[in-house]
């Protein structure tokens, strides 16, 4: 299992674990299959402040990365 913060960046998740944007994409993150858009908003955007954004609860957020070997800790 992999812990990551859902405080880091989604551009620093996804440089650090590229599996990580296929999750994204399947929670409604798809913007982050647009280098533009991972380069500029993925930059300042958090797992955390997206899944606010995208109206997300934790838990959900929490639960899909586990199935995908990842722990989402704060």
């Known amino acids: 299992m992999i812990k990551?913060?859902?405080?880091e960046t989604v551009y620093s998740l996804v440089t650090k674990y590229p599996n990580i944007?296929?999750?994204?994409?399947?929670?409604?993150f798809s913007q982050i299959?647009?280098?533009i858009s991972l380069q500029t908003i993925g930059k300042i955007m958090t797992l955390k402040k997206g899944a606010k954004v995208k109206q997300l609860d934790i838990a959900s957020l929490q639960?899909?990365?586990?199935?995908?070997g990842y722990i989402l800790e704060e």
């Open 33 to 35: 299959t647009n280098p």
């Open 4 to 7: 990551i913060n859902i405080n």
């Open 21 to 28: 944007k296929e999750v994204m994409v399947t929670l409604g």
């Open 63 to 68: 639960e899909a990365f586990l199935a995908h």
